[in-house]
């Protein structure tokens, strides 16, 4: 009986997933949004500079962000 | 149940191939469009007989905007002898393309399509995305992108279409 229940309650609940589902394709024309600085993963270029110059300084290592490095930490 | 994964791989096929194939290729006949201009409305079929450099291009779109020096000067060197270049603008907010307009005058055909309806019956994948056509309606080049490398590749592209 119990078991029903659950089975029903997993059936019941299946629709759900379909809000995991993609929103759809975003086209080339509809990017506008997307665009805009502030929706960029790093704003502002000098200050992601610093804090990775920090952050491998911090590590004692280097490279790993683009940049080439044998990983002696002196650069 | 041979015949149902039978059917469901011949549906999975279908949208394969399907997806791969819906896009504007060298040698087919362009899409027909109908859109505003800055004054009428304007369809591709009033420039039969014209070879037109369709160009979609959006406000937000930085190559877009070295793009539009390019064009005005392609418009004014082959504008005689048979060119059109068209900007569709692909803005949902016709203000943005305006704003865009007042720094980046265009001395060529614009047209406005704030439904996205024209850049989808083309497949547009990237913006800016040119596609050069001929005479007759047929596509002749269709390139995504605008890099200063690149002027030299297209205004030869558009020399041949105008067989000069």
């Known amino acids: 009986m119990k078991n029903k229940a659950m089975g029903l309650l997993m059936l019941a609940l299946l629709p759900w997933l379909g809000a995991c589902s993609s929103p ?10 997307l665009a805009k600085p502030g929706m960029a993963f790093d704003g502002d270029p000098l200050d992601l500079r610093f804090v990775q110059h920090i952050y491998t300084s911090k590590e004692n ?10 990983g002696c930490g002196c650069n | 149940m041979k015949l149902f994964f039978a059917r469901g791989a011949v549906l999975v096929l279908a949208t394969l191939l399907g997806l791969s194939a819906w896009a504007v290729e060298v040698g087919e006949t362009a899409p027909e469009f109908d859109l505003s201009g800055r004054l ?8 039969k007989g014209k070879t037109v450099y369709l160009d979609f291009w959006a406000s937000w779109c ?11 000067e392609m418009q004014a060197r082959y504008g005689a002898k048979g060119l059109r270049v068209v900007g569709v603008n692909v803005d949902q907010k016709t203000d943005a393309a305006n704003a865009f307009l007042r720094s980046h005058p265009a001395n060529f055909e614009l047209l406005f399509d704030p439904t996205g309806k024209t850049p989808k019956s083309y497949a ?8 050069l056509i001929g005479p007759d309606g047929t596509v002749l080049h269709v390139h995504s992108g605008f890099k200063d490398d690149e002027r ?13």
Not at chain 1, 61 to 70: E, F, P, T, Y
Not at chain 2, 40 to 47: E, W
Not at chain 2, 152 to 161: D, G, H, N, T, Y
């Open chain 1, 24 to 33: 759809g394709q975003v086209h080339a024309w509809e990017k506008g949004k």
């Open chain 1, 61 to 70: 290592s280097s490279g790993g962000q683009g940049v080439g490095g044998g």
């Open chain 2, 40 to 47: 009428a409305a304007v369809k591709l079929s009033d420039y």
């Open chain 2, 62 to 72: 930085g190559p877009c905007k070295q793009s539009f020096p390019w064009m005005n």
């Open chain 2, 124 to 131: 547009i994948k990237a913006m800016p995305t040119s596609v």
């Open chain 2, 152 to 164: 030299a590749m297209l205004e030869q592209q558009i020399k041949q279409a105008l067989r000069l």
